[in-house]
Nanobody
Framework: QVQLVESGGGLVQAGGSLRLSCAASGRAFSVYSMGWFRQAPGKQRELVAVISSGGSTNYVDSVKGRFTISRDNAKNTVYLQMNSLKPEDTAVYYC??????????????WGQGTQVTVSS
């Protein structure tokens, strides 16, 4: 069992930056792929970024070059650095942990979500 708690969301102007953090408790954090999903009102949940247990990363095209996912296994924490934010990045962002998260496009464990709002 893994518990995930996100932090770092908020309100920012377009062009600004935020860093999301996701702290994990429980066993074997390092074996899981970790991902950040987001869901905007009226839209489907979207996988934004994934980092594998080995450190490989993948991003949805809309955030490539602007977002960076990283993990610190010693701290059981995954991060999402978001730069050059756009109003269309506004959503609730969820942290997830799972096996084969990228292939399955879903996690086995989820955080409660953190709101990111980008004003124009």
């Amino acid at each position: 069992q893994v518990q995930l708690v996100e932090s770092g969301g908020g309100l920012v102007q377009a062009g600004g930056s935020l860093r999301l953090s996701c702290a994990a408790s429980g066993r074997a954090f390092s074996v899981y792929s970790m991902g950040w999903f987001r869901q905007a009102p009226g839209k489907q949940r979207e996988l934004v970024a994934v980092i594998s247990s080995g450190g490989s990363t993948n991003y949805v095209d809309s955030v490539k070059g602007r977002f960076t996912i990283s993990r610190d296994n010693a701290k059981n924490t995954v991060y999402l650095q978001m730069n050059s934010l756009k109003p269309e990045d506004t959503a609730v962002y969820y942290c997830a942990a799972g096996i084969q998260l990228l292939a399955r496009q879903r996690g086995d464990y989820w955080g409660q979500g953190t709101q990111v709002t980008v004003s124009s």
